[in-house]
């Protein structure tokens, strides 16, 4: 099968382009990073624009992984990027069938999610340059009834560039601040999970929207204070009172609207994802897709 990945020099788009290129299909990865991906024999990295005038290829289909992930990015920036990029990709490939990685973030922000399904994507009441424009992804996406969209939360695993570094860089020495004391339980996605649905939706026959995590959702400290003990690390896990947080969040939203906005700062949206359960069904992804995850495992961590 020739299979064209975007985003292909990024931490969720490498994955899957090497994990399908290990199984024997013809990957083409694209990006716009240089060298990129390092493809294996049999398969190639192209740098591509979204914007630009696409690869001369004729995929049979398309993992959309390409997207603009900041904490910080002008709402225009982030459209432009996930929403109209996701919609150039589309047609630029519209006889391939196309698999869009989209995020949990589509759903309602500043509330609980609790076993929330998939109806209730995407939602209204968004917090985010991001969420927004990975909302409207999908909703572009609308007159193409045969895509499959997948919608992991918060992917981790080898090769992880965003998740990890800022759980390390929140640490203040031994001690980790958690909201209400990190007890909000979480659905994680281990990368390896995500590309199993991938391969799974690549081989249906079926499309819509699916819900991506682990097998069961995890206590948000007893998750933190495992992984970090797999990269020697010997934490212990504080709460912070919710409303105090959410305070510091708007104050150090405040001081980057004087300062200037800095990756990965305290924000009152990202206070709200720590202390709010966020776990999602996953009904529908293992009827219609076959897909069978596995539970949350941090093993090897101590490598990534």
């Known amino acids: 099968m020739k299979i064209l990945v975007t985003g292909a020099s990024g931490f969720v788009g490498s994955a899957i382009a090497t994990a399908l290129s290990a199984e024997g299909h013809r990957v083409i990865g694209t990006g716009r990073s240089t060298p990129g991906w390092i493809a294996p024999p049999g398969s190639s990295y192209v740098y591509w624009d979204l914007f630009s ?45 196309m698999i869009h990685i989209s995020s949990s973030s589509v759903y309602d922000s500043f509330r609980s999610h609790h076993f929330t399904p998939e109806s209730e994507g995407p939602g209204r009441n968004l917090a985010g340059a991001y969420a927004r424009s990975k909302a409207s992804a999908e909703l572009v996406l609308g007159p193409f009834p045969e895509t499959v969209i997948l919608r992991p939360h918060a992917v981790y695993g080898p090769g992880d560039r965003t998740l990890l570094p800022r759980i390390e860089a929140a ?97 009152r949206y990202a ?25 949350t495992s941090f093993l090897g961590a101590e490598h990534w």
């Open 53 to 97: 005038e696409p690869p001369k290829v004729s995929p049979d289909a398309v993992v959309h992984c390409a997207a603009l992930v900041s904490d910080q990015m002008a709402l225009a920036a982030a459209l432009r990027a996930n929403r109209d990029g996701t919609l150039a990709v589309r047609r630029s490939f519209p006889d391939a069938q």
């Open 171 to 267: 640490l203040r020495g031994n001690v980790l601040l958690l909201p209400n004391g990190g007890r909000a339980r979480h659905s994680l996605t281990h990368i390896d999970n995500l590309i199993a649905a991938v391969r799974c939706a690549l081989f249906g026959s079926v499309s819509g929207s699916f819900n991506i995590t682990d097998a069961e959702p995890v206590q948000l400290a007893e998750a933190m204070i495992d992984l970090l003990a797999r990269r020697r690390r010997r934490i212990t896990v504080r709460s912070v009172p919710y409303r105090l947080a959410q305070g510091l969040g708007g104050a150090a939203e405040a001081m980057g609207a004087i300062l200037g906005p800095r990756e990965g700062s305290l924000s």
């Open 271 to 295: 206070v709200a994802q720590l202390a709010f359960e966020h776990s999602y069904q996953l009904s529908a992804a293992k009827q219609q897709l076959g897909y069978r995850p596995k539970p």
